[in-house]
């Protein structure tokens, strides 16, 4: 997994639909609104953010020096890619960009 190293959307979800490194958890983060990404926008993984006892989140100094935003979380990505290959093992990469952005948007499935 490149944790902190610049990666396209394209290449995390190869990566997750080929079930690479999924051991590890990991937050999607990049510059400007998720809803706006294709599949040639970057994006960085990195840790989760610390959570204190006030319930405030304290995000990583990678993140905070970048001035990056939460995207996505790791299960949300693997669950949609996974739930989009259930419905269709030839799903395009745009077509499951389209149902995590959908997920993100109505905390429901695309149907494909």
Known sequence: MQFRQAISVSELIEMVRNKRDLDETYCVYGTGDSSQADLATSCFLDDYAEITDDDEEIETPFVTERGLGLWWRDELIQDVIFNALHQDSQVTDEKILQA????????????L
């Open 100 to 111: 995590i952005k959908h997920y993100s948007k109505f905390d429901t499935f695309l149907d």
